[in-house]
Antibody
Framework: QVQLQQWGPGLVKPSQTLSLTCAVSGSDVASRTAAWTWIRQSPSRGLEWLGRTYYRSTWYYDYGTSMKGRMTIIPDTARNQFSLYVSSATPEDTAVYYC??????????????WGQGSLVTVSS | DIQMTQSPSSLSASVGDRVTISCRAS??????LNWYQHEAGKAPKLLIY???TLQSGVSSRFSGSGSETDFTLTISSLEAEDFATFYCQQSFSAPHTFGRGTKVDIK
């Protein structure tokens, strides 16, 4: 059974960097059939796909357009975890953030294992 | 980016009702379409993937259909635990965008 446990600061000041880390058990971040994804949820935007990293002989990265180059995902195979960094945070980044595994073993990818969620508030 | 448009944005229904939610993609995506249920305070839950495949452990009262640009989630007989927000998501090309959600509440 795949489990994801995430953590990070719940309060970030505007212009600072938001960071979260997600530890994975029951699967390998270097799996060639998974993608490691960050999603956020807010009342104004609903669910928003932020980005993902995945390994297929080399590491690949995809990021959502809304993040406009502010976002970085870093995998850590030694610790079997992956991290999210969002620079120049604004109050609009206030949301519940989820780390998620996407199963891409079949013809389609789908988000089947979710972390518990982390409320991050951007405020001075 | 592929835009996903859900309708309606909200609906009121009673236990036992049949509920249908629509999702339209801005371009053809084959059957790369997933449905999720989100209850407040919980992580979203995968219901349907590949447009029509029921995720293991999910009740058979949920079903999905459609292909290319038009998709439907149907709840055959609404139960009390189904009152939540439902989202479609395309996984055809990154970014894997979501619809804005359909909130189902009690009439």
């Amino acid at each position: 059974q795949v489990q994801l446990q995430q953590w990070g600061p719940g309060l970030v000041k505007p212009s600072q960097t938001l960071s979260l880390t997600c530890a994975v058990s029951g699967s390998d971040v270097a799996s060639r059939t998974a993608a490691w994804t960050w999603i956020r949820q807010s009342p104004s935007r609903g669910l928003e796909w932020l980005g993902r990293t995945y390994y297929r002989s080399t590491w690949y990265y995809d990021y959502g357009t809304s993040m406009k180059g502010r976002m970085t995902i870093i995998p850590d195979t030694a610790r079997n975890q992956f991290s999210l960094y969002v620079s120049s945070a604004t109050p609009e980044d206030t949301a519940v953030y989820y780390c998620v595994r996407a199963d891409c073993s079949g013809l389609v990818c789908y988000l089947d294992s979710w972390g518990q969620g982390s409320l991050v508030t951007v405020s001075s | 980016d592929i835009q996903m448009t859900q309708s309606p944005s909200s609906l009121s229904a009673s236990v036992g009702d049949r509920v249908t939610i629509s999702c339209r993609a801005s371009q053809r995506i084959g059957t790369h379409l997933n449905w999720y249920q989100h209850e407040a305070g919980k992580a979203p839950k995968l219901l349907i993937y590949g447009a029509s495949t029921l995720q293991s452990g999910v009740s058979s009262r949920f079903s999905g259909s459609g292909s290319e640009t038009d998709f439907t989630l149907t709840i055959s007989s609404l139960e009390a635990e189904d009152f939540a927000t439902f989202y479609c998501q395309q996984s055809f090309s990154a970014p894997h965008t979501f619809g804005r959600g359909t909130k189902v509440d009690i009439k």
